[in-house]
């Protein structure tokens, strides 16, 4: 894709979250147009503790296929995916469009090492968010990702989206159930974030970013927790562990 479209910058990432009982953790690497950025963020669910990290760069973070690493003083992450084809949409706008491929239930292994020193290894099951796009100046969007295990024990994931490459057919919109996917139905995210449809969200702990560089301003909020109830189109959730957003861009 080329670095614009008219007017419009191209906006790129990979974010990548594992999600589980223990421990919730997500890293990403942006792009806008020249600009870079990179984040993380690990929730430790027993000791109730979040540590995170933005940087105006991209120099922490190192992301490429099947793997993700962080460098960052004490902290640090290396992180092997096992990653396949993923979902693929592509959502136009009118005068832009954006594609995006979504993983779900990604088997993820590893370490990491947080503030203590200690390193703890990691199991689990990731989502991966791939997109590129040009969108409008002022974009603003909801999104709910997750894994968990259905009340009849197949495991599960999904990516729920309002506001960004959700028409209501070939959207990036996917619940996996048992490795198959499947396009979710328009949902309604909550303003809150605190439901989407007759999937509940219980926040835990939350990642907010705020900033002002002039020609990009952004409010983004993104809290860890739990989910219960019913994905959009079914099944009905044993255990769900992931997070919600709520993002208003100018850029």
């Excluded at 990516?159 to 139905?185: I, K």
Aim: charged share 25%.
């Amino acid at each position: 894709m080329p670095a614009r479209l008219g007017t419009r910058p191209l906006k790129a990432w990979r974010y990548i979250g594992v999600f589980g009982p223990e421990l919730m953790l997500c890293v990403a690497a942006v792009r806008i147009g020249r600009a870079r950025q990179s984040f993380w963020a690990a929730w430790e669910r027993q000791g109730a503790r979040l540590h995170e990290r933005t940087w105006l760069n991209a120099r922490g973070v190192r992301l490429s296929y099947g793997r993700a690493m962080i460098s960052d003083g004490r902290a640090g992450l290396d992180l092997t995916l096992q990653e396949g084809d993923g979902v693929e949409s592509i959502c136009a706008d009118g005068t832009g469009y954006g594609w995006t491929r979504k993983q779900g239930g990604v088997r993820a292994t590893g370490t990491i090492v947080l503030a203590d020193g200690r390193p703890r290894p990691i199991t689990g099951a990731a989502i991966i968010d791939d997109t590129a796009a040009y969108y409008r100046r002022h974009t603003q969007w909801r999104w709910c990702a997750g894994v968990g295990v259905a009340t009849d024990g197949r495991p599960v994931s999904w990516n729920l989206v309002e506001g960004v490459n959700d028409p209501p057919r070939d959207s990036e919109r996917t619940v996996w159930v048992d490795g198959e996917a499947r396009e979710a139905p328009p949902v309604r995210i909550d303003p809150a974030l605190d439901r989407v449809g007759d999937l509940h969200f219980a926040a835990e702990a939350t990642r907010a970013h705020a900033q002002n560089l002039l020609l990009v301003r952004s409010r983004y909020r993104q809290p860890f927790g739990t989910f219960s109830g019913t994905l959009p189109g079914g099944p009905a959730l044993a255990t769900g562990y992931g997070v919600m957003e709520d993002h208003d861009v100018f850029w």
